[in-house]
């Protein structure tokens, strides 16, 4: 979708409902039964026993030591719904803190045990996300929760730009008359009694409940409702001593989402999820079905049998008190048999098996109302079985509507909407169609159609689709009586009919780059990833995007592609996020590591090279450097100096002015004093002022003279007609353009002694080029008897031209 610009969400009047009739549960230790109001404790505050306010005091070293252990302190937790704090700004605006860090914004401060009434807006659609540690100081064995630890402020403010876009999009394609869009969103972010306060990269101190509230969250501070005691007390042993081996015992922590019965649904979710607004369309069906109590996903296949759990982590809801009592009685009094599973009808095959996930596994298989999700629709992550899934939804798409370009219409048992609308506009157009566009649909255009237009003396029909295919235009062409038709892809590679036909027929070919090209990969990838109501960055797969991880080399092709697209994702919707704060400055996008997927935002490597929002500092570009706004060029097409996408045909004009363009056998751009130098190791060309060189005057400059030993011909040996055959420069010595990124370089890491990496007679003479002669020698002979430089240069005039820049791979100082 656009980066549409999100609009003010509205929360309709908060109300007050009794602490009786929402059946508030309070659970305290044993040691504070007698207190009216109970200070929240953190780990290391119960550890130390000692009754204060969050992290009123420092940390000490005691509890970081207490807190490595196993068992992370869990039968001891203090945990109660009472505290509720409640967040004032409109959930779709973020204020940016000043320019002095966003940590020290925030400093520890105690929370009280409160009421025990909840004040939540009544009506909308709430969100929630989950907070049970301080991940520096505490984790379980599997994490079954992303916690984004010190990027908490940006990972929050993304995942909220997301929600907000999706509804304004959604209010937008149904002119602001959905009832859906109108009863607008809560954010909520449900943080255990640990996950409140936790360090920041110094090691000092910040509150994270006043971090999310001040982004516009309504927090609530509640333990997990299924403690240590409460398992032991159910005969739950095995689970009380295995689960922080397992998911850690504040994975229930989510479980009180069912008890925000002022809104008809609430959606759970996790930091790793990426939202799309089509996810309206799976919240008013559960609303609308009084049959139904939630949508849930299974996780992907965790063993070579294919078994599967729950995943908590993104689910729907209908809030009851009723049902989250439910929940926890049955957790607490069904038998789990570490081999025989929950009740004895498994779903213990998987991580995850003691907590949520499988329990939720046997829950649902019991207990009627809940309905699963196709996983590849609603919680895409990037393993090869979705990945395959959609590409094969996409081609499928493609075909029948290319079926119905060359039918005229007519057609019967089409299978997808998009072709199913666009045969009833075929079959009504008197008019023989000559194209199809593939269009996202819009406000003028909200729902799946199609219609025929004319442009000229062409015929097109306009198919307007919520699933944007890796086709974008389909071109009927008929040559002497033989009717063909182009497919035209998102990254305008043009492929054929019957590529998609393969494709459709074993998705499994995007693995073969023998078949598929990669141009055809990519684009069907792309669509394969963006396809889904819900995606998730794969973080098992693919990696933090702020980590900044380099390729995998046990990724497959298509994950390589999609952990790609999952990372370009998530950066393009950070920088909307950031461009709609209130921001004085913001960061340069300097990084140039990846740029196809993590667009300036990687500086390298590592979560040390990433660019975050936490910095106290901005990052700000050097003089030499060239930056620009996120953008990807179609295939072939580069970014260029002024942040366009080049010619096709053209693709050096997205060389930077001082560089000479080298288009075979890799393309790039090589600074106009590097690469080639005389006698004297002074170099022979010089920028003329634009993206060519021209000779500086030496004599053996000049090609005709053959002082170079693989780069042969006549004239200018500086002209982007030469061929010096490199695939890599030494620092400061030029660029490879990219299509989402400008080529630029910072030429004052010129070295001397690297410059000259192109061997001529000298280099020969000297020894330094014992590749490039041991090619040579099998050209001709008299290379094995030349020692002089003079006797080199008799030689190379010997061999041919075609010879002699055959062996320029082997020719390189570098």
């Given at each position: ?42 780990d ?70 409160g ?7 009544l ?13 520096e100081?505490?984790s ?6 992303i ?21 304004a ?7 602001g ?33 006043r ?6 969250y ?32 504040r994975?229930?922590?989510?479980l ?22 089509r ?6 069906s ?10 849930y ?14 995943d ?27 081999i ?16 949520l996930?499988?329990?939720?596994s ?8 809940y ?18 899934q ?26 997808t ?19 199809v566009?593939?269009?996202?649909v ?37 040559v ?9 892809m ?19 070919l ?27 960055q ?27 697209e ?47 929002m ?19 060029c ?32 890799v ?30 005057g ?21 002209a ?19 299509r989402?990124a400008p ?23 000297a020894?330094?080029c014992?590749?490039?002669?041991l ?18 240069e ?21």
């Amino acid at each position: 979708m656009p980066l549409i610009q999100p609009k003010r969400g509205s929360n309709l009047e908060s109300s007050k409902i009794s602490g009786q009739m929402l059946g508030a549960i309070k659970m305290v230790a044993l040691a504070f039964t007698a207190l009216a109001s109970v200070a929240v404790l953190n780990d290391y505050a119960v550890i130390m026993d000692v009754r204060r306010g969050l992290c009123e005091n420092g940390e000490v070293e005691e509890a970081k030591s207490l807190l490595s252990t196993p068992r992370g302190l869990t039968s001891s937790i203090v945990a109660y719904i009472d505290n509720i704090i409640n967040a004032d700004e409109d959930p779709c605006q973020t204020s940016f803190p000043s320019v002095g860090g966003i940590f020290s914004e925030y400093p520890p401060m105690p929370y009280s045990g409160g009421n025990g009434v909840p004040q939540r807006p009544l009506g909308t659609y709430g969100y929630a996300i989950q907070i049970t540690r301080c991940p520096e100081w505490y984790s379980s064995a599997i994490q079954g929760s992303i916690d984004p630890g010190d990027n908490l402020y940006e990972a929050s403010a993304i995942i909220k730009d997301e929600i907000c876009n999706a509804t304004a999009t959604n209010e937008m394609l149904t002119n602001g008359n959905d009832p859906g869009s109108q009863k607008g969103q809560t954010l909520y972010a449900i943080v255990n009694p640990n996950g409140v306060t936790c360090p920041s990269p110094d090691g000092a101190l910040y509150d994270r409940v006043r971090m999310l509230q001040d982004m516009g969250y309504r927090v609530e501070i509640h333990g997990q409702p299924i403690t240590n005691d409460l398992l032991v007390q159910n005969g739950h042993t095995y689970i009380n001593e295995h689960i922080e081996t397992d998911v850690g015992i504040r994975d229930t922590t989510r479980l009180h989402a069912w008890k925000f019965v002022e809104h008809p649904i609430m959606v759970l979710y996790d930091y790793d999820c990426v939202f799309r607004y089509r996810i309206f369309d799976s919240i008013k069906s559960l609303e609308a079905n009084p049959n139904l109590k939630g949508y849930y996903v299974r996780s992907s296949p965790c063993d070579a049998d294919g078994s599967t759990l729950v995943d908590p982590t993104f689910m729907l809801i209908k809030p009851s008190i009723e049902e989250y009592n439910n929940i926890v009685n049955t957790y607490l009094n069904t038998p789990y048999d570490s081999i025989t599973g929950w009740n004895g009808e498994g779903h213990n095959q998987c991580d995850g098996k003691l907590g949520l996930a499988g329990f939720f596994s046997y829950y649902f298989s019991i207990t009627a109302g809940y309905k699963e999700l196709d996983r590849c629709k609603y919680s895409f992550t990037a393993d090869d079985e979705c990945i395959q899934q959609n590409v094969k939804d996409d081609a499928q798409t493609a075909l029948e509507l290319a079926n119905v370009l060359e039918s005229g219409g007519n057609l019967s048992n089409l299978q997808t909407q998009e072709a199913i609308v666009a045969n009833a506009a075929a079959t009504s157009s008197s008019k023989t169609i000559d194209q199809v566009r593939v269009l996202e649909v819009n406000s003028d255009h909200p729902q799946v159609s199609a219609q025929v237009v004319e442009e000229e003396t062409i015929v097109i029909m306009e198919v307007y689709v919520q699933i944007l295919v890796s086709v974008r235009m389909m071109i009927k062409r008929t040559v002497n009586g033989v009717t063909t038709t182009e497919m035209i892809m998102s990254n305008q590679w043009v492929t054929t009919k019957q590529m998609i036909e393969q494709v459709y027929i074993d998705p499994a070919l995007i693995q073969a780059p023998q078949i598929v090209e990669d141009p055809v990969a990519g684009a069907f990838v792309s669509a394969a990833v963006s396809r889904p109501v819900m995606a998730k960055q794969s973080v098992d797969i693919c990696g933090s995007p702020a980590d900044c991880p380099a390729d995998d080399p046990t990724w497959s092709r298509s994950q390589k592609l999609a952990c790609e697209e999952l990372h370009s994702m998530h950066f393009l919707d950070k920088r909307r996020t950031e461009l709609a704060m209130n921001r004085v400055e913001m960061s340069d996008l300097i990084g140039q590591f990846k740029p196809m997927s993590f667009h300036g935002y990687c500086k390298g490597p590592g979560p040390d090279n990433f660019i975050g929002m936490k910095d106290v500092t901005i990052a700000v570009k050097p003089a030499w450097q060239i930056v620009c706004e996120p953008m990807v060029c179609p295939y072939g097409s580069y970014v260029t100096s002024s942040c366009e996408c080049s010619p096709v045909d053209d693709p050096c004009s997205a060389c930077p002015t001082g560089t000479r363009c080298q288009t075979s056998p890799v393309l790039m751009c090589i600074d106009c004093e590097c690469g080639l130098c005389g006698k004297n190791n002074d170099s022979c060309c010089q920028s003329n002022g634009s993206n060519e060189c021209s000779l500086i005057g030496n004599s053996e400059c000049i090609l005709d003279n053959s002082f170079f030993a693989a780069v042969a011909g006549t004239g200018s040996s500086c002209a982007n007609s030469v061929n010096v055959g490199v695939t890599g420069m030494p620092p400061g010595c030029g660029c490879k353009p990219d299509r989402a990124a400008p080529c630029t370089y910072d030429g004052s890491k010129k070295q001397a002694d690297l410059s000259c990496f192109l061997c001529n007679a000298n280099d020969l003479a000297a020894g330094q080029c014992p590749a490039c002669n041991l090619c040579l020698s099998n050209t001709n002979s008299c290379i094995t008897s030349s020692s002089t430089s003079s006797e080199y240069e008799s030689c190379f005039a010997l061999i041919s031209a075609l010879d002699r820049n055959g062996c320029n791979g082997s020719c390189t100082k570098w």
